[in-house]
């Protein structure tokens, strides 16, 4: 697949930046971004979906080198893409063979799933993954009670009602973020933290080292992990740590930018 | 036993008489205010609510559900419900009506789906059963073995016309299942001889189907 050419052709180049997986929730835009930090790898996307964000991810993604396929289902829709645009366009059902296939998803390197029905979406990101064996999926899940169901089956959602709503509380209340669960004097809280691909394969207690924070528990597959002294970090986990809330921000720092070990980041912002 | 049936239209609601008749307890789950008529199925249960969505579910206690059906006239629906109905509730057996041709292929095990049942299918099937002589006919396939029930109408030259049934090397994993002949059914048995006319019926898996419709074509195995 091109994106190992692509390593290959950039030894010097942090691994994780090309790494495929099994990436959740908030983090497949981080994953999608990946992508398109590869510098002269051009890459086909295929977005399903030509509204607000389908068509804005179009013009990026081309804006950016990257060759674009756009389906709709309804042809007036292509008209946001203006005229600028000059990636195929695809009348039809996102999750139809023939549409994929005409929208090359054969050599397509990612797929988004950003139609406005969120059936459409699972089904046409579960088929360009399962099917034609596109690494990089990611749906758009409107429903949160699906998005989490979604994303335990291991299919990569964008849940963006519960992602707005926590924007919006984070602006809303005085506190700015909003952590799972606080105790009564308001200092100690438990909340999920973000961490660098880096950090998976690596083992809980490094991660309290570097973070200087205790680790609650993991979210894994649905299922509570409690950390023990070898539990290592998985794909896809969600880490809850328990911490100061004055120290969440360092500690996010601390583990987005810096790789284990306390070496400098290989992502190199 | 109690299912749940997703989608109240006239599938599902004959459906559901059906299974009411036979001593079963049901549950009508639509979304849409106009399709609960209660008066037309008064003795299920009904509930007004998106069948895709978890809440709902939750509220339908499908956990609880032996057998649930996805019946909506939407394929993508069908398939979410299925999903959810095998990966979340664990329910046991899952039926999904295929709306649209093309859309068969999505109906299998990955989306929890136990039997599809594809109504343009059927009723090709049943057509062509009708107006065929002669010509293999598939009248529907079980989903998780891969076997076929398939339908031969004796023409006149058949030549197996005569032929004893123990005499008849069948290719493997076929079963002649049933003799329709003038009206009634006929369970085949090693003596008896098949005859111009006859209606067979055989439980077939997909990778001979060739095979049996080239034996009963040419009369050799």
Not at chain 2, 81 to 87: I, Q
Not at chain 2, 168 to 189: E, F, H, M
């Amino acid at each position: 697949m091109l994106l190992v050419f692509s390593w290959r052709e950039y030894p010097g180049r942090p691994s994780h930046l090309v790494r495929t997986g099994n990436t959740v929730g908030g983090h497949i835009s981080h994953a999608l971004a990946g992508t398109v930090l590869i510098q002269g790898a051009v890459v086909h996307i295929v977005i399903m979906g030509c509204g607000r964000v389908g068509s804005t991810l179009a013009h990026i993604l081309e804006d950016q080198g990257h060759s674009v396929a756009v389906i709709d289902q309804d042809r007036d829709a292509f008209r946001k893409l203006g005229s600028t645009f000059k990636g195929k366009k695809i009348t039809g059902i996102g999750f139809d063979q023939n549409v994929l296939s005409e929208a090359g998803i054969e050599h397509a390197d990612a797929f988004a799933a950003v139609s406005s029905g969120d059936n459409s979406n699972v089904i046409a990101a579960r088929v360009a993954r399962e099917s034609f064996g596109v690494k990089r999926v990611a749906a758009r899940i409107y429903d949160p009670r699906r998005a989490e169901v979604y994303q335990r089956l291991g299919i990569p959602t964008v849940a963006t009602v519960r992602w707005t709503a926590d924007q919006m509380l984070r602006r809303l209340l005085p506190e700015g973020s909003e952590p799972l669960w606080r105790d009564p004097t308001g200092a100690v809280v438990l909340a999920d933290v973000a961490y660098g691909e880096d950090w998976v394969g690596e083992k809980t207690s490094a991660v309290e080292e570097a973070a200087r924070a205790r680790v609650a528990f993991l979210s894994r597959l649905g299922e509570v992990v409690m950390p023990g002294p070898g539990t290592v970090l998985q794909e896809g986990d969600v880490l809850h740590m328990i911490a100061l809330e004055g120290d969440l921000e360092r500690i996010s720092a601390a583990l987005s930018s810096r790789a284990p070990g306390g070496k400098a980041s290989k992502g190199g912002r | 036993m109690r299912v749940a049936i997703a989608g109240a239209g006239a599938v599902g609601t004959s459906i559901a008489a059906e299974l009411l008749d036979n001593g079963h307890e049901v549950l009508l789950i639509d979304k849409n205010p106009r399709a609960i008529a209660v008066d037309s199925v008064p003795r299920a249960e009904w509930l007004l609510a998106d069948a895709c969505e978890i809440a709902s579910l939750d509220e339908a206690s499908l956990e609880r559900c032996q057998v649930v059906i996805a019946a909506t006239g939407d394929d993508k629906a069908n398939l979410v419900v299925s999903l959810l109905a095998k990966t979340e509730y664990g329910v046991p057996r899952v039926v999904a009506r295929i709306n649209e041709p093309n859309n068969e292929w999505l109906f299998n095990e990955s989306w929890g789906v136990d039997v599809a049942v594809s109504t343009p299918r059927l009723l090709s099937a049943l057509v062509e059963e009708a107006v065929s002589v002669g010509d293999l006919v598939r009248l529907m396939t079980f989903r998780q073995s891969e076997a076929s029930l398939v339908e031969l109408t004796m023409p006149d030259d058949a030549p197996l016309a005569g032929r004893r049934i123990g005499d008849i090397q069948w290719p493997a994993d076929t079963a002649l299942v049933a003799i329709l002949r003038d009206g009634r059914v006929i369970v085949p048995a090693v003596d008896d001889p098949l005859e111009t006319g006859d209606e067979l019926l055989f439980v077939t898996s997909e990778d001979v189907e060739d095979e049996l419709a080239a034996l009963l074509a040419d009369g050799h195995g």
